[in-house]
């Protein structure tokens, strides 16, 4: 099998965000719209969870629109930059690209977030990234 590229995907993948981000944001926006703190497994079925948007309704409890608002009045990148770092063994992407194999990006992070952590790795080690509709909430 020739391969000729390699898609990765961003959070998880090249970075890691620690939890404790998602955990801090994702109470601020609760608590935001009055809902109690359902507990860190339901913070973390959302953030990796194929359908966010039920998480929110069934889970949270609360209107999809509401949480959207909230969640982008609330993500802050410089608290983000605090808890992000590239992997370790980030660089095996350079002897990729030194075998001359074309590299991506495919992620549903917003641009502050693509800006932040394809910033960490290095812009000009991927041929080309891709967001998908950022704020919809549906798995890549």
């Known amino acids: 099998m020739d391969y000729k590229a390699f898609i990765f995907d961003l959070d998880g993948t090249l970075v890691h965000t620690k939890p404790e981000y998602r955990y801090i944001l994702i109470e601020a926006v609760l608590q935001e719209l009055r809902v109690p703190y359902p507990g860190n497994e339901f913070i973390d079925k959302f953030w990796f969870g194929m359908d966010r948007i039920d998480t929110i309704k069934n889970n949270f409890g609360v209107d999809l629109e509401d949480f959207r608002r909230v969640y982008r009045e609330k993500e802050n990148i410089e608290i983000r930059k605090e808890y992000v770092h590239a992997y370790f063994d980030i660089d095996f992407i350079d002897s990729l ?39 919809n909430y549906k798995h890549k």
């Open 97 to 135: 690209r030194r075998k001359e194999f074309k590299t991506g990006i495919i992620t549903g992070s917003p641009e502050s977030v693509i800006d932040l952590e394809v910033g960490l790795i290095g812009f000009d080690k991927f041929d080309r990234i891709l967001t998908t509709s950022a704020g």
